[in-house]
């Protein structure tokens, strides 16, 4: 296991620090789709408003004219 040749992993005494596992962000679910737009275009509402969804605010679009009922 730890510090055994060959495991793939780094004993304290090799010199490299431990470091915990990376976290892991989200739950790995995927979210309904809220928003689409005419090119197929989603978004699921997380977030920061893709680049799709802001030209067309940007145009003066409303948001809402790409929420999916």
Do not use: T
Not at 22 to 27: C, D, E, N, V
Not at 41 to 66: C, I, K, M, T, Y
Request: hydrophobic share 30%.
């Amino acid at each position: 296991m730890y510090g055994v040749p060959g495991d793939g992993r780094q004993s304290r005494a090799g010199g490299d620090k431990w470091r915990p596992p990376p976290l892991l962000y989200g739950s790995g679910e995927a979210h309904p789709i809220c928003f689409r737009d005419a090119a197929g275009h989603s978004w699921d509402g997380r977030g920061d408003l893709p680049e799709w969804l802001q030209r067309a605010v940007n145009a003066g679009q409303a948001v809402d004219n790409f929420r999916v009922s």
